[in-house]
C-alpha cells in the first residue's frame, strides 16, 4: 500500500513534466471558487495558472471589472507563448456605475468570449475573475452561469473569483476557498503595491 505522504516524481516514475494520470471514477474538470473579504482571491487563481501551465496546459483568464491599465499578470503571461491568455473586459466599474447599461454589455461581451474559449476545446483551464461581483450587480443571470458550469466541456477546470457568489452557484462548485481578512495594508494608508495588488 502505498504511504499518503512522502512520496515524489522520482518515487512514482513519473516526471516533473507529466501530469498524475486521471483516475477512472474521478471527476476530470473542476469548478472552483475563491471568495471572501480577504486580498488573494485572483492572486489564487494566478498560482492555478501557473501550475496549469507547467504541465503545458492552456489557460484564459477573463477579468470582468479590470480594464485595460497595466497589471503584472499581463506582463507575465506573455513569457508563457500564447499558452495563457488574459482578456481584461472591464472599464473598472463599481456599484456606483455612471452608465449601468455600458457595464452590461461589457460583461455580456466578456461572457459571450468565456464561452467561446470553452467551447473551443483548447483550453484546460479557465479563470473568470471577479466574475461573482458581476453576478451581485446582476450584470449577468446567475442561472446563466450555472447552466454553462453544468455543461461545460468535461475536462475544463473553471476558476470563480469574487466576493459572494450566488448559492446557486456554490451549488455547482467543487471546492470553495474563503479568504478571510486579518489585517491589510489599506486600514494603515498603504497605497496599493505594484507587484502585489497588481
Known sequence: ?????????????????????????????????????????????????????????KVCMIQFIKGKWSCGEHEAAKAFGGRFEIHPMGDGFTWDTKDRARDIARVREGWDLARQKAASGEYRMLILDEINYV?????????????????????????????????????????ITEMVKIKHPYEAGIKAQKGIEF
Do not use: C
Not at 516524481?9 to 483516475?23: E, N, R, W, Y
Not at 450584470?139 to 457568489?165: C, D, I, K, Q, S
Open 1 to 57: 500500500m502505498a504511504e499518503a505522504s512522502g512520496s515524489s516524481a522520482a518515487d512514482t516514475g513519473a516526471s516533473p513534466q507529466t501530469p498524475p494520470p486521471v483516475v477512472k471514477g474521478k471527476k476530470d474538470g473542476l469548478v472552483l471558487i475563491h471568495s471572501g473579504d480577504g486580498k488573494g482571491k485572483t492572486t489564487a487563481a494566478l498560482g492555478l495558472a501557473l501550475r496549469a501551465l507547467g504541465y503545458g496546459w
Open 135 to 175: 453576478l451581485g450587480y446582476d450584470y449577468l443571470p446567475a442561472a446563466e452561469v450555472v447552466e454553462f458550469l453544468t455543461t461545460r466541456p468535461a475536462n475544463l477546470h473553471v476558476v470563480l473569483t469574487g466576493r459572494n457568489p450566488p448559492p446557486e452557484v456554490e451549488a455547482v462548485a467543487d471546492l
